[in-house]
């Protein structure tokens, strides 16, 4: 990926995100139905049986829960951040971000990245000769995961090691 074959539309954010794992391909209603996913105006699963009629937003319930950026604003934030491109002034100027959002979503990054690592293993790190810069800031540990998705509830570890694999994907 580079960032001329970034998603354009909606859509294509979706699917991408979908094939990676952070948002679902499939969801049920309460009654077990498989429901079916619109993108328009609104980004919901509806389940068709007359009985039920239900339906559900499509950020409910995984990472993106609480989040109101598009889509596809999402992917290419994550990008940009994975590449360092991610300052308040080039958020607002290249994606339309406000200065709050983008530092807030900068901080859902730094949040996955930090539990990425706190999940592995511990191993030392440098060796005879070699210089170890720490980044304190990375060892904070906050009162809550309050900025560890866009909703500031907890997330599961599996999504967020499944949101550090595509980080890396993007970034490579
Ligand atoms: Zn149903």
Redesign the pocket.
């Known amino acids: 990926m580079n960032i001329f074959s970034l998603p354009q539309s909606e859509q294509e954010a979706i699917k991408f995100l979908q094939d990676k794992g952070i948002l679902p391909k499939r969801r ?6 498989q ?1 079916n996913l619109s993108i328009g105006q609104r980004v919901q699963w509806s ?3 007359k ?4 339906s559900v937003k499509m950020r409910v319930g995984n990472w993106l829960e609480g989040s109101r950026i598009p889509f596809v604003t999402v992917v290419r934030f994550i990008y940009c951040w994975a590449w360092e491109m991610s300052s308040v002034k080039f958020c607002e100027r290249k994606l339309g971000m406000d200065d709050n959002t983008s530092i807030d979503w900068s901080n859902y990054m730094r949040c996955v990245c930090v539990g990425y690592l706190t999940s592995k293993p511990k191993r030392m790190i440098g060796g005879p000769g070699m210089d170890v810069e720490i980044d304190e800031s990375l060892f904070t540990k906050h009162k809550s995961h309050a900025f560890c998705r866009p909703s500031g509830s907890l997330e599961d570890c599996a999504v967020r090691r499944r949101s550090v694999s595509w980080l890396r994907l993007a970034a490579s």
């Open positions: 049920v209603c309460a009654n077990g139905h429901m389940c068709m049986k009985e039920c009629r239900s």
